[in-house]
């Protein structure tokens, strides 16, 4: 209940006593606290909302086999990292492989051993860069991987040279130790070229250039023909 209270003056303004009012409002506080639990549920309701919208977005921009991000969602980062380092004057680099012969092991093996594979090379990928950099599957056996604020060209080559030693580990597919080779190529802005698309079309140049070469782990300069 509420307590209302308020004096009784005479005309020379002395108290002559005191009005009180006494009110019952159980059924307000029980409407009031029905009305704090709906919002309570309403705000739960939506932290569980925009908890499964950034789940869903994230599942979305997400390759469904390895974990990496899908060919339009690392477009579509690459181009905002691409932005700001035109802005700031930052460098950039791309880095593309994919895996030598990779229709042999389907065959050889089977899809199911093939997708395995696929599985473990993204983990290793994703072990060998750091955890800022961005690491895509391009479709296939394709992957690229963005780096931004690399302190110097040798370290990108170190990275390389580290995600080189992690996919030239043998792998453990279906009890079976398989052995495969990758393909790189390395492209970098601004030095090779000002443009984004530029960018990944040179360091996926690079990385068939090798191939043809048939250098298998190594990363050699890309020279424009």
Known sequence: FTVNAAP?????????????????????EKRNEVLRNTLKMLKTSQKKIT???KELEDLAARDSLTGCRNRRSFFQELEKVFVQAQEQGTDLAC??????????????????AGDALLQQVASRIRNAVRNEDM??????????VGLENYPSKESVHQIVA???????????????SIHIG??????????????????????????????RRRNGNRVLPFIQP
Do not use: Q, W
């Open 8 to 28: 009784i003056l005479d005309e020379n303004n002395n108290n002559r006593g005191v009005l009180a009012t006494f009110d019952d409002v159980t059924l307000l």
């Open 51 to 53: 908890e499964k919208n």
């Open 95 to 112: 880095i593309m492989t994919d895996i030598d012969h990779f229709k042999t092991v389907n065959d050889r093996y089977g899809h199911k």
């Open 135 to 144: 690491a895509g599957r391009l479709g296939g056996d394709e992957f690229v």
């Open 162 to 176: 580290k995600l080189r030693a992690e996919i030239k580990r043998p792998y453990l597919i279906e009890e079976r």
């Open 182 to 211: 990758v393909s790189i190529g390395v492209a970098f802005y601004p030095d090779d070229t000002s443009d984004l698309l530029d960018l990944i079309h040179i360091a996926d140049k690079a990385m068939y250039s090798n191939k």
